[in-house]
C-alpha cells in the first residue's frame, strides 16, 4: 500500500527536557480524533467513512462517528503502529508522562485530500492557562467585572438572556457554592445557568491551580451576562483534548467560544495549528465568535525570540490583549489605560507578528508594518493583576489578572450585544478593523520588543472596548429584525382567583413587552404573573416590541377561571333512627356545596361510598354516624353520636307503653295531640282519656270540654301481649 505522510505529526524530542520512557505497551489504549477534509461532498465523505472503517477494522481499530467530518477512532498501541505506520513511544517531561510518535503519522496514499490530519497519539500538555494571581502588596485598584463593564461603557439592560456561552477549560473546575456566593457579592438575585460538559473523559474536577482560570473565566462571563446560558468544557490539556473541547462548543450551537489557554507557535506542531485554524475558519461561517487570550509573557510569550500564542494567532480567533487601567479617585471614568507591561517577560501582555499565519485581509488597512504575517492581539481590555478583576474562589475573594480575563470579558460584551440585535455577531474582525473608533486606542506603554501606537499596535490591537460604540455599529450596519411575538402561560384554566404565570417566547429580542390580560389589567414585564379574581374566561395579547419593529399576538379566550369551588358542609338524615332489631335504615345525604365523593361509617366499622346508601343493622345497640363529603375543593365531616339506637326486644315479647301529650295544661276546651312512644311492635292501642272516652287510634287527637284533672291510660297491644301505661293527672283543664 502507498503511502502520504501527514508532515509534523511526530514529537521532536529534541524540545526541552524531554526524557524518553520506551515503548508503548502493544496493549496500551490509545484515543484519537481524526479530521476529514470539510468540503467533501456527502457521497466521498460516506466512501471515505467506509474506507477508514474497513481499514481500521484490519487493524482492531475501533471507529465512531463525531462531529460532522470528524470520526473518533480507539485501539491498542499495536494496532496504531501498524495502521498508521508510527512508533509509539512513552516519555517525560517536568514530571509530566505522556505518549507520542517518533515517526510521522502516514496514511493510504487515496486518503492524501480526505485524512486532514489525525490528533491523539500526542498526549503531551499543549496549553497554559494565562492567568496572573495577585500579589497583595501590588494591589492598587481591583473591580468587579460589572464595574469594567460600566467602565467600559457596555450596553445597559441587557443580560445575555437565550445566549449560549462556551468557555475552553483544560484542567480544574469550578465549586457552583463559590460561583453563587459570588452573585451574593454582586447583588445578581438570579443565579447563573452553569453546564460543565465533559469531552474526552474529563471532567469538572476542582482541586488544582487550573481552577482560577476555570473560576476566572465563568464568574466573569456570569456577571456580565447572567441570563445566558454558560457551558463549560472540560477537555483533556492535548492537542486532541483542545480540539475536541472547540469543536464540540461549535456544533453544540454556542455562538460565542471563549479561550483563556494557549501556547507560543513554535510549541505546535504545524499540522495542529492547520487543523485549528480550519476549524476557526469552520466556526467563522457558522456565525461562532472565538476569542482566545494573547498570552501573559510579552513580546517572548515565554519562549525564545519574539512570539505570539496560538491559537489567538489563528486569523479567525479574536486576540485578546491586555492593559493597566487607571480610574478616577470616584472609579467613576478611566484616566489612563496603557499596555499592561510589569515584566516584560512574565507579567506582560502577549502580542507581536505570527510566524506561520499570513496577514488576514481585515488587517490590510493596519498602519504598523506587519511584512505579510498576521498582528496580534485584535482587541485588549484590563489584564494587568495590579488593577485586576475580584473574582470568588476556594470561599474567599482574589483579585486575578492576565489575558485571560480579557476574552471573558469581551464575550460577555458579545453576549449582551448579540442579545440587542437578535443574532450572533460571529466573525468579528472584518468589521472592527473597518470602524477602530468603537474600541479605544491604547497610545502608551510597550510589552517588550513591541510598543504601543496611535492605532492598531501588536501590544493592544485596536484597543479595549466602548461597548455601546459597538453595540450602535452593529446595530446601525445590521438592524434585527422585528420580533415575532409569542408567548405562553401556565394554568390556563381554573377556579378563581386564578395566578396564571405568562412566558415570553418572542424571537428576535424584543427590548420591551406590553401585555393585556384581558380584564383590563395590563404588564410591561417581560414574564409577568397575573391573578384572575372573577371568574370568566379572558382573551390575552402580548406586543413585543425592539428598535426595529412591533409585533402583536392575541390568544383568543385564552385562560378560563371557574366559580370558586368550595369545601363540603357535611349534613345527613335518616328514614328512621330507632327500631327493633334487625333495623334497616336509610340515610340521606344533604351535605352543601356540591360533594363529588362520599365515606360513610355506620359505627360498626362498615363503610359506604354511596350518596344515599341503605344499612342494616343485624344486632342491637346504640350506633354512631359519620360523613365524610368531598369535592376538589376538600372535605368536611359530620358525626352523630349513637344516632341509630336498635333494641334488643325479641319478637317473642309484648310491647313496652309509651306515649305523651301536648300540651298537658289549659283552659276548655283543651285540645290535646297525644302521640305513642311505645317500644316494641304494637299491633292495636286502646287510650283511656279519663273523661270516659276511649280511642284506638295510634296518635289521637282529643278534646277536653269540662275542667278537671285527667288519668290518662295507654294498653299497647301485639300478638304476644299487652302493656299498660297510665300516667294520674296528667291532664289539668281550667275554666
Ligand atoms: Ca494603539
Redesign the pocket.
Given at each position: 500500500m502507498f503511502r502520504y505522510t501527514l508532515n509534523g505529526t511526530h514529537h521532536d524530542a529534541t524540545r526541552g527536557l524531554v526524557k524518553s520512557m520506551g515503548a508503548v505497551e502493544k496493549d496500551h489504549v490509545i484515543s484519537t480524533t481524526w479530521v476529514l477534509n470539510p468540503s467533501l461532498s456527502q457521497k466521498d465523505l460516506d466512501k471515505t467513512v467506509a474506507d477508514i472503517t474497513k481499514f481500521c477494522q484490519q487493524h482492531n481499530l475501533i471507529v465512531e462517528p463525531d462531529h460532522p467530518y470528524h470520526l473518533k477512532v480507539k485501539g491498542n498501541a499495536s494496532g496504531f503502529n501498524k495502521a498508521l505506520m508510527v512508533n509509539m513511544q512513552h516519555f517525560e517531561k517536568e514530571n509530566h508522562k505522556y505518549h507520542a510518535t517518533t515517526t510521522p503519522i502516514k496514511i493510504p496514499t487515496t486518503w492524501k485530500d480526505k485524512v486532514h490530519n489525525i490528533l491523539g497519539l500526542d498526549t503531551q500538555k499543549i496549553a497554559k492557562p494565562y492567568f496572573h494571581l495577585f500579589k497583595e502588596k501590588d494591589i492598587t485598584t481591583t473591580f468587579y467585572p460589572t464595574k469594567l463593564a460600566q467602565l467600559y461603557n457596555f450596553p445597559t439592560n441587557l443580560d445575555g438572556t437565550n445566549q449560549k456561552i462556551g468557555i475552553i477549560e483544560l484542567g480544574g473546575g469550578y465549586n457552583i457554592s463559590d460561583i453563587n456566593t459570588y452573585f451574593t457579592q454582586l447583588g445578581i438575585s438570579t443565579l447563573p445557568k452553569i453546564t460543565s460538559v465533559s469531552v474526552d473523559g474529563a471532567s469538572n474536577s476542582p482541586g488544582d491551580d487550573a481552577d482560577y482560570e476555570v473560576v476566572l473565566d465563568t464568574e466573569i462571563i456570569a456577571a456580565i451576562v447572567p441570563g445566558a446560558n454558560i457551558y463549560v468544557y472540560f477537555a483533556p490539556n492535548s492537542d486532541r483534548g483542545f480540539y475536541d473541547a472547540i469543536n464540540t462548543a461549535i456544533n453544540q450551537g454556542c455562538s460565542i467560544v471563549s479561550i483563556s489557554w494557549g501556547a507560543p507557535e513554535t510549541y505546535w506542531s504545524t499540522s495542529s495549528m492547520s487543523s485549528y485554524n480550519s476549524l476557526f475558519q469552520s466556526a467563522s461561517t457558522k456565525n461562532v465568535t472565538i476569542l482566545a487570550a494573547a498570552g501573559d509573557n510579552g513580546s517572548s510569550d515565554g519562549a525564545v525570540g519574539n512570539n505570539v500564542d496560538f491559537p489567538s494567532s489563528s486569523p479567525y480567533v479574536l486576540a485578546c490583549g491586555g492593559t493597566k487601567l487607571v480610574v478616577a479617585n470616584d472609579v467613576s471614568v478611566i484616566t489612563q489605560e496603557t499596555v499592561w507591561n510589569n515584566n516584560s517577560l512574565s507579567n506582560a501582555t502577549g502580542g507581536g507578528i505570527s510566524r506561520v499565519f499570513a496577514k488576514p485581509s481585515y488587517q490590510n488597512n493596519v498602519a504598523y508594518n506587519l511584512n505579510g504575517k498576521r498582528g496580534v492581539p485584535d482587541i485588549s481590555g484590563d489584564a494587568d493583576p495590579n488593577t485586576g478583576y475580584k473574582i470568588y474562589i476556594r470561599g474567599r475573594t482574589v483579585v486575578i489578572g492576565g489575558t485571560s480575563a480579557v476574552s471573558p470579558l469581551w464575550s460577555g460584551l458579545l453576549g449582551r450585544i448579540n442579545q440587542s440585535i437578535g443574532h450572533s455577531v460571529g466573525y468579528l474582525q472584518p468589521t472592527l478593523y473597518n470602524n477602530p473608533s468603537v474600541c479605544k486606542?491604547?497610545?502608551q506603554g510597550n510589552n517588550g520588543a513591541f510598543t504601543?501606537?496611535?492605532?492598531?499596535?501588536p501590544?493592544?490591537?485596536?484597543?479595549s472596548p466602548n461597548g455601546q460604540a459597538l453595540l450602535n455599529l452593529l446595530t446601525s450596519t445590521n438592524p434585527p429584525a422585528a420580533p415575532v411575538a409569542a408567548f405562553t402561560a401556565s394554568p390556563t384554566s381554573g377556579s378563581a382567583t386564578l395566578l396564571v404565570n405568562f412566558t415570553d417566547n418572542s424571537t428576535n429580542s424584543p427590548t420591551s413587552w406590553s401585555w393585556n390580560f384581558g380584564d383590563n389589567s395590563t404588564s410591561n414585564l417581560r414574564n409577568p404573573s397575573h391573578s384572575y379574581t372573577n371568574p370568566g374566561t379572558y382573551t390575552v395579547s402580548l406586543t413585543a416590541t425592539n428598535t426595529t419593529g412591533s409585533n402583536t399576538i392575541t390568544k383568543n379566550n385564552y385562560i378560563t377561571a371557574t366559580p370558586q369551588i368550595l369545601v363540603p358542609v357535611a349534613a345527613f338524615s335518616s328514614n328512621q333512627t330507632t327500631g327493633q332489631k334487625p333495623l334497616t335504615v336509610t340515610f340521606i345525604d344533604q351535605s352543601t356545596n356540591n360533594p363529588t365523593s362520599w365515606k360513610w361509617t355506620f359505627g360498626n366499622g362498615t363503610t359506604s361510598t354511596l350518596q344515599n346508601p341503605t344499612y342494616k343493622y343485624i344486632n342491637s345497640g346504640n350506633y354512631t354516624v359519620s360523613l365524610r363529603a368531598t369535592n376538589s375543593a376538600g372535605s368536611n365531616t359530620i358525626t352523630k353520636t349513637n344516632y341509630i339506637k336498635v333494641t334488643s326486644t325479641s319478637n317473642h315479647s309484648p310491647p313496652i307503653a309509651a306515649f305523651i301529650g301536648v300540651p298537658v295544661t289549659g283552659q276548655r276546651p283543651l285540645s290535646v295531640q297525644f302521640t305513642d312512644q311505645s317500644a316494641g311492635n304494637v299491633t292495636s292501642r286502646t287510650w283511656n282519656f279519663g273523661d270516659s272516652t276511649i280511642s284506638h287510634a295510634s296518635n289521637p287527637t282529643h278534646i277536653y270540654n269540662r275542667p278537671g284533672n285527667y288519668t290518662v291510660t295507654l294498653t299497647a297491644t301485639n300478638s304476644y301481649g299487652s302493656n299498660k301505661n297510665t300516667k294520674s293527672n296528667y291532664i289539668k283543664v281550667t275554666n
Open positions: 486606542d491604547i497610545t504601543a501606537s496611535t492605532g492598531w499596535d501590544c493592544t490591537g485596536n484597543g
